[in-house]
């Protein structure tokens, strides 16, 4: 018995992915899925994921069994196939820091801790580049950074200024995307 193939345009072999390829691709999608399952929870909140990816990823972290895990993984390798996992993988590396955008942030925030410790006339500039900055605050913090550095102590300030400055520059960059 042979089927009417008069309506179905024919199927081209050579433009359709192998087997091989179509593997490769799952297993990608499995991997991001368990690149999201690494994550911790405030990493993941930064993220937009569909709720059912969501909730997948959350069930992960509570699945202890190893043969279950594998077959979860590959639950969340087929979630994958429904999503932008560009956008997703676009999205990890932001939030892990790996994307260049994010390490070129990390340093720019760095520069400016070094640069308004070493110099007041520096605290002039940043305001003026950042006109919401907290000044009085920031201030402060620069004071206490430099006595932290001159009695030896642990860097606790200089990590709070770091953060700061990472934040207001991360929110200028938001606003003018």
């Not at 081209?12 to 899925?33: I, V």
């Not at 994550?39 to 069930?59: H, I, K």
């Not at 993988?89 to 942030?105: D, K, L, N």
Request: no cysteine; hydrophobic share 40%.
């Amino acid at each position: 018995m042979t089927r009417d193939l008069g309506n179905e345009p024919p199927i081209d072999p050579a433009a359709a992915p192998s087997k091989s390829q179509r593997k490769r691709e799952m297993h990608a999608l499995q991997g991001l899925g368990a690149d999201l399952v690494k994550l911790s929870a405030e990493q993941l909140d930064r993220l937009d994921l569909p709720a059912e990816l969501r909730e997948a990823v959350a069930f992960a972290h509570r699945v202890t069994s190893h043969e279950a895990k594998r077959r979860h993984m590959q639950y969340l390798g087929k979630l994958m196939r429904q999503v932008d996992a560009d956008a997703i993988r676009a999205g990890v590396a932001a939030v892990t820091g790996e994307s260049r955008a994010a390490v070129a942030q990390m340093h720019l925030a760095e520069r400016w801790r070094e640069r308004l410790l070493a110099d007041d006339a520096a605290l002039t500039e940043f305001v003026a580049e950042y006109p919401n900055a907290e000044v009085q605050w920031l201030r402060a913090t620069i004071r206490s950074v430099r006595r932290e550095r001159m009695a030896e102590r642990a860097p606790r300030q200089a990590r709070e200024l770091y953060r700061w400055l990472y934040e207001q520059l991360q929110d200028r960059g938001s606003h003018e995307g």
